[in-house]
C-alpha cells in the first residue's frame, strides 16, 4: 500500500516551494481549443499551488496598459496568453512601467508561437506550460528596440512587413497561417519590391526584404538566424537582395528547409545597431505586428525582461 502511494504521488505536478503569484494577461477572443487550453493551463497553475489573477483584454494596447500598470508587489510573473503580438504588447508594457517588473511567461494561443518554439515550450502540452509558469527558472533575454518600440523576436521590413500590414485579420482567425500564405501570393503581383538601404557595422547593404533577428525561427519552425540567440545582445540581421516573384520563391522554398542563411546571395550579419532606409512610411513589423515605419533605427534595447522557461 506504501508504495502503491507513492507511486500515485510521483504522479501529481510538481508543487513549488513558494507558491507564485501570476497575473494572466489573456485576449477573450481566441478561438475554443484555444480558450479550453488557456483553461487548462489555469487550473494546472491553481492545482500547483500558484495564486493566480486573471485580465482580459477588451481591444489592442489592452495587455501593454494592463503589463505596465502590474505592481512587482502583487505579482511574481506576469503571463502573456496569446500570440507574439500579445507577447510583445505585454513586455513593452512591462519595459516601461518599472525598473525591476515581475518576470515574463507565456501561454502559447497564437498562430506560429515562435517565443514559445524558441524555448521549448510545447503549444499543445498544457501541463508542460503549466509546470514552466510554476517552477521554472528565468533567462535574461536582451530585447531589440526599432523607433522606440520594443521587440522580442524579429523586426522586418520589405515584402513580410507589407504581408503583415495586409493579412485578413479574420481569415486569420479562422485559417492560421494560411492567411498569411493567401496574403503573401496576393502581395506578390502587386508588390513593386522597392529597395532598401541596410547601414551597419559601418558599411551598406542593399537589399529588397531584411529581417533584424533576436531569435532563430521565423514565421514558425524555420530557422532563418542559425546563430541568433534570446540571451545575446547582439542582432543576427538577415539580408535579402532579390526581388519579385522569383525571390519569393526562391526564398519561400530555402526558409522551410533551414536552407536561407546558406543561399550564396544571402547575408547574415551581426550588429548591435542597423538603420533601414526604404519608402518613406514603409511598414516594419515587429513579432507579427507593425511597430514602426520607415525610415528606422533598429538597436539592442538597454532593457533586458526575465523570461519563464521550460526546466
Known sequence: MLAQ????????????????????????????????????????????????????????????????????ADHDIIVAAG?????????????????APPRLAVIPLGTANVLALEIGLDPANADQIAETIATGAARTVHLGIANGRHFVLMAGAGLDAHVVEGVNIALKRHTGKLAYVVESLRQAFGYDFPALQVRANGEIYEARMVVACKGRFYG???????????????????????????????????????????????KVISAESITILGPRGAPLQGDGDIIARLPAEVSIARETVELVVPG
Do not use: W
Not at 487550473?43 to 495587455?63: F, H, N, P, S, W
Not at 500579445?86 to 516601461?96: A, Q, W
Not at 526564398?251 to 546558406?262: D, F, S
Open 220 to 266: 514558425g519552425p524555420f530557422i532563418a538566424a542559425p546563430d541568433a540567440r534570446l540571451e545575446s545582445p547582439k542582432l543576427e540581421v538577415c539580408i535579402l537582395p532579390m526581388s519579385g516573384v522569383s525571390g519569393l520563391v526562391r526564398y519561400g522554398m530555402a526558409l522551410p528547409m533551414n536552407k536561407l542563411a546558406e543561399l550564396p546571395e544571402v
Open 83 to 99: 500570440g507574439d503580438g500579445t507577447v510583445n504588447e505585454v513586455v513593452n508594457g512591462l519595459v516601461s512601467g518599472m525598473n
Open 5 to 72: 502511494s507513492m507511486i500515485e504521488m510521483d504522479k501529481l505536478p510538481h508543487v513549488a516551494v513558494q507558491a507564485r503569484r501570476v497575473l494572466v494577461i489573456y485576449n477573450p477572443a481566441a478561438g475554443r481549443s484555444r480558450s479550453k487550453r488557456l483553461a487548462e493551463v489555469i487550473a494546472g497553475l491553481k492545482l500547483r499551488g500558484c495564486v493566480v489573477t486573471e485580465c482580459k483584454t477588451g481591444q489592442r494596447g489592452d495587455a501593454e496598459i494592463f503589463a505596465r500598470e502590474a505592481s512587482a
